[in-house]
């Protein structure tokens, strides 16, 4: 099964911008991730899926424009635009993996983002 | 407006049982498989298990570290899904969520979380 790598803390200034990096294990370029996002003492929200080829079907339930999606190779990429307060949040990727009885969900570690 | 309710977490002896409940509103509940996750202190998410809909045959998966000791049920009538968590160790103190399967194993809702402190 895949194995998701984030760092596990960034910042950014209020009105700025960031990119938050989702890396997958080796053999697992094809696979696309779901970015959620995670309020201090809330749970999380889904913000959207990401493939190679950018977004996969439609954002969460409001989501605003500012948030953005890339992937390429093992990477996926989450991208907030003039960023605001409410922004942060701890971000996690994840994946599902395998079919029947084989089926797993695997998350990466978060990524803390701390608003300037 | 969709609405996951998890509850049932508390303190809890290693050894001991629990049940949570995940009630939803807002949606036909039987339509969706439902999905268990856990958050450690200071921890990423980990998947615990999920229960397919009756229509998938209403089975369920587990992950490793819980298989045998947690078991998840559903009540379609009731709109609650169950996470029955037996022989607790202290490494399962975690938050426990639950979450639907919107398809294609997209998470599109959650629950706000109940805390589960296993110790002595």
């Known amino acids: 099964q895949p194995v998701l790598t984030q760092p596990p803390s960034t910042s950014a200034s209020l009105g700025a911008s960031v990119t938050l990096t989702c890396t997958l294990s080796?053999?697992?370029?094809?696979?696309?991730v779901d970015w959620y996002q995670q309020r201090p003492g809330k749970g999380p929200r889904f913000v959207m899926r990401v493939g190679t080829g950018g977004i996969v079907g439609s954002k969460g339930d409001g989501i605003p424009d500012r948030f953005s999606v890339l992937g390429s190779g093992l990477k996926r990429y989450l991208t907030i635009k003039n960023i605001q307060e409410e922004d942060e949040s701890d971000f996690h990727c994840?994946?599902?993996?395998?079919?029947?009885?084989?089926?797993?969900?695997?998350f990466g570690g978060g990524t803390k983002l701390t608003v300037l | 407006e969709v609405q996951l309710v998890e509850s049932g977490g508390g303190l809890v002896k290693p050894g001991r049982s629990l049940r949570l409940s995940c009630t939803a509103s807002g949606f036909t509940f039987g339509d969706y498989a439902m999905i268990w996750f856990r958050q450690a202190p200071g921890k990423g998410l980990e998947w615990v298990g999920f229960i397919r809909s009756k229509a998938y045959g209403g089975t369920t998966e587990y992950a490793a570290s819980v298989k045998g000791r947690f078991t998840i049920s559903r009540d379609d009538s009731k709109s609650i899904a169950y996470l029955q968590l037996n022989s607790l160790k202290t490494e399962d103190t975690a938050v426990y969520y639950c979450t639907r399967d919107e398809g294609a194993g997209v998470l599109d809702y959650w629950g706000q979380g109940t805390l589960v402190t296993v110790s002595s």
């Open positions: 080796s053999g697992y370029s094809n696979y696309k």
């Open positions: 994840g994946a599902h993996h395998g079919i029947g009885s084989d089926f797993v969900w695997v």
